[in-house]
């Protein structure tokens, strides 16, 4: 459906009525397992010389809407869905890594992405070195023969830093490994990374792609683009797979090559699918996603002009501020909008964000973003909490730190919400 806009895809790309009863919303496939045709057509389905559903830990109808979409809306040439975004995270890595290699990640990361990368995935052996999401250069320096990939997030989270993706594209070209790109702030309506040499996408589809709070998910996006063979380092991807009777991936299937190594391999055998509820709500939360963007941006560019002019706001970091860093980024990369979720200090500093959070009644005080309501955070006692304080400020979650996520209520309730905590 490539010839379609962005908002036709939103609401169209994977779907069609179904053939079975004209239903012309998506059913939910609420199944475990599918019947096969005969001995035959079983057999080349697990040999991967056919695709069609087998088992809804692999594939399900409902779940392939959700990949296609999110696939189509971000130009890439395939899509896994997973059961939240951490799973989609461990699935890309469980891909790309072997014991003893590294990856360099972007220091300016979700908490949890911290917590995954530096600890847990030191249980398989895989390494981490971290580096300056507003430095390419410190990309660069990282980089040593055991690097097997970047991770930095498009707009990251807390601190809404924009990342020069086209920057660190280069970086990772110029190193042999493949960017990977959490695009779940910013989605595809405000920034599609394949477009600036991104290779991998992945996103928290909890989030702004379902945008109603309702359900778990997390989606992999391919870019069909990266050459896997030309290292040997990519030994998943390259070499005979004894499961698959000595198939080669990337020989076999080429541009889509990644996401099918990842569905029949690290998902098989790690097992973290999406239900196909959750699927089904997700995918239809996209039907609305430019609608909910544009407002989310609007209403969030609102919020942050009036708490830069508080009397008890010290700071506000919003790349849709003029005088903000990543102001220029913001123009290059995502001119319709910097995102809804930026933080603020408060000058009271640590108690003060504590008083915040209490004392609002519109806003939800809760560890989530992307809702069509108006959440906030205190990172540094909540989302945060694991890290070392020097770690949270690096990150972005210092101690007088406040994380909102704006909605799309009312602007002007909002911020009269804003003021009467404050005023507390």
């Known amino acids: 459906m ?76 395939a899509g896994l869905a997973a059961a939240s975004g951490h799973a989609a995270q461990a699935l890309v890595f469980q891909t790309i890594m072997e014991p003893g290699c590294e990856f360099i990640a972007a220091r300016q990361l979700y908490g949890g992405s911290i917590n995954q990368f530096a600890h847990s995935f030191a249980k398989y052996d895989w390494r981490v070195k971290w580096a300056d999401a507003t430095d390419p250069s410190s990309f660069a320096a990282a980089v040593t023969d055991k690097t097997r990939a970047i991770f930095i997030e498009s707009i990251a989270n807390p601190g809404g830093v924009i990342s020069d993706i086209e920057a660190i594209a280069k970086v990772a070209a110029d190193a042999g490994v493949p960017l990977i790109v959490d695009n779940t702030l910013a989605t595809p309506y405000l920034i599609k990374p394949l477009e600036y040499g991104a290779d991998i996408i992945v996103h928290s589809a909890t989030k702004f792609l379902g945008g109603h709070g309702n359900s778990m998910g997390g989606v992999i996006v391919e870019g069909g683009k990266f ?168 990150s972005g979650a210092g101690p007088d730190v406040v994380r909102l996520s704006i909605g799309i209520e009312d602007a002007a309730d909002i911020t009269a919400d804003l003021d009467q905590a404050l005023a507390v």
């Open 227 to 394: 050459d896997w063979a030309k290292s040997g380092n990519y030994k998943t991807m390259t070499d005979p797979n004894p499961s698959y009777h000595g198939l080669r991936f990337f020989e076999t299937f080429g541009d889509f090559a990644f996401c099918i190594a990842t569905r029949v391999m690290a998902l098989r055998d790690l097992g973290p699918a999406i239900s196909p509820m959750n699927a089904f709500l997700i995918q239809t939360g996209i039907e609305t996603l430019p609608l909910r963007m544009q407002r989310h941006c609007d209403n969030a560019l609102k919020v942050a002009k009036h708490l830069a002019t508080h009397p008890k706001v010290a700071w506000v970091s919003y790349a849709g501020l003029e005088n903000h860093p990543a102001y220029a980024l913001h123009q290059k990369y995502c001119p319709k909008g910097a995102g809804a979720v930026f933080t603020f200090g408060l000058k009271g500093g640590y108690e003060a964000g504590v008083k915040l959070v209490d004392n609002v009644r519109l806003f939800s005080h809760l560890a989530n973003i992307g809702d069509t309501r108006s959440l906030i955070i205190h990172p540094a006692s909540t989302t945060h909490r694991q890290l070392s304080e020097e770690d949270r400020v690096k």
């Open 2 to 77: 490539a010839e379609y806009g962005f908002n036709t895809l939103a609401v169209h790309a994977g779907a069609q009525p179904d053939p079975a009863t004209g239903a012309r919303a998506t059913p939910i496939y609420q199944t475990t397992a599918f019947v096969f045709e005969n001995s035959d057509q079983a057999a080349a389905l697990f040999n991967l010389q056919v695709f069609g559903n087998i088992y809804t830990r692999l594939m399900n109808p409902t779940t392939a809407v959700l990949e296609e979409r999110v696939a189509a809306l971000e130009n890439g040439t």
